[in-house]
């Protein structure tokens, strides 16, 4: 087993074995899911503190169960309702945390770089739940064992990425884990949200669902993050689901077998159509969240495994 991170920040620092190990070890635990029997309890003693600065659904209800089912003591921060709002920066809310003691921190932050910052600042392993339009590695490697479980490999695959890629975290991390992983990977979109450059990120860019589509073995649609938006970024959203929504005719073009993901919270009638989004026979969509529990449950125990035994405190 090769795992050497002390933090998951992001897909960037991973090695592709890494990758690989991680996957392994959640697809064992994505089976046990799916069993009634006991899992092993390899957090037992630990505490984990979930810190969301950012409403959330799945991911903190995700991390919550699977630092659950391993054991762990969970803790859920309501940082809506926090110091924060009282004028205490990122920084003292954390130091605050870590003299507290938890073993594993779990963030999501509004801005870029945030989650990074604070894992300099702790002495306790620290995964990103989702920063900024940065990264969101999680969701990521939910979706690559999504994949992998699906098409039997996650190699020389076509993967399509359509929607908003321009304010999406999901994106940016997907793109570095199929790179990684030598896929071909297109992004579609109309230009207003596809970012400047990213041509230059080894990825085929397409204004058009029908070429962009075409062959493709997964089709990963995003959401409109119209929280991230500071104007019009489309004329309205029946033209844009016209143009660029998932729906059966749209998909045609995409390979028979292809399968459809969106990592939700989902528009339907926005981004995918509803029926489609429901259709077990081409949506993997409720995997996603399935594979996403048993993928926090391996990134945990992987970075607990090599916590130190440094007393823990704050650093100085
Ligand atoms: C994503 C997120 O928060 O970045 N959702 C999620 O984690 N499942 C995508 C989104 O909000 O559209």
Same mark, same amino acid.
């Given at each position: 087993m090769t795992f050497r991170q002390k933090h998951l920040l992001g897909i960037e620092p991973l090695h592709?074995? @890494?990758?690989r190990s991680l996957l392994d070890l959640a697809n064992s635990y994505a089976d046990q899911n799916r069993t009634s029997g006991p899992v092993e309890k390899s957090l037992a003693g630990l505490t984990q503190v979930n810190?969301?600065? @950012?409403?959330? %659904?799945? %991911?903190l209800?995700?991390?919550e169960l699977a630092g659950k089912r391993l054991g762990a003591t969970v803790m859920n921060m309501a940082m809506q309702a926090s110091s924060?709002?009282?004028? @205490? %920066?990122?920084?003292? %809310?954390?130091?605050?945390?870590n003299a507290m003691h938890p073993d594993l921190l779990v963030v999501r932050h509004p801005h870029s770089g945030a989650v990074n910052l604070l894992a300099e600042k702790v002495n306790c392993a620290v995964l990103n739940a989702g920063d900024g339009r940065h990264e969101h590695?999680?969701?990521?490697?939910?979706d690559a064992l999504t994949i992998r479980r699906a098409k039997g490999r996650l190699h020389r695959l076509t993967v399509a990425i359509c929607g908003d890629i321009a304010h999406s975290r999901v994106a940016r991390s997907n793109i570095i884990l199929l790179g990684k992983m030598e896929n071909r990977i297109r992004l579609i979109?109309?230009?207003?949200l596809i970012p400047a450059g990213a041509a230059d990120w080894g990825v085929e860019v397409y204004g058009n669902m029908a070429k962009g589509l075409k062959d493709a073995d997964v089709v990963m649609m995003l959401r409109l993050q119209k929280e991230r938006m500071d104007g019009a970024f489309i004329p309205s959203e029946r033209e844009y689901f016209h143009r660029f929504g998932l729906d059966a005719e749209k998909l045609a073009h995409a390979k028979p077998d292809?399968?459809?993901m969106h990592p939700g919270p989902m528009n339907r009638g926005v981004e995918i159509d509803g029926t489609l989004a429901d259709d077990i026979n081409r949506s993997h969509i409720q995997e996603q969240v399935e594979m996403g529990v048993a993928v926090r449950m391996a990134a945990m125990e992987l970075l607990a495994r090599n916590l130190t035994g440094k007393p823990k405190g704050v650093w100085v």
């Open positions: 592709p074995d @890494e990758i810190m969301f600065f @950012e409403n959330s %659904t799945r %991911t209800a995700s991390f924060i709002k009282k004028g @205490e %920066t990122l920084i003292d %809310t954390a130091l605050t945390l590695p999680t969701q990521a490697l939910l979109g109309p230009p207003t292809a399968i459809v």
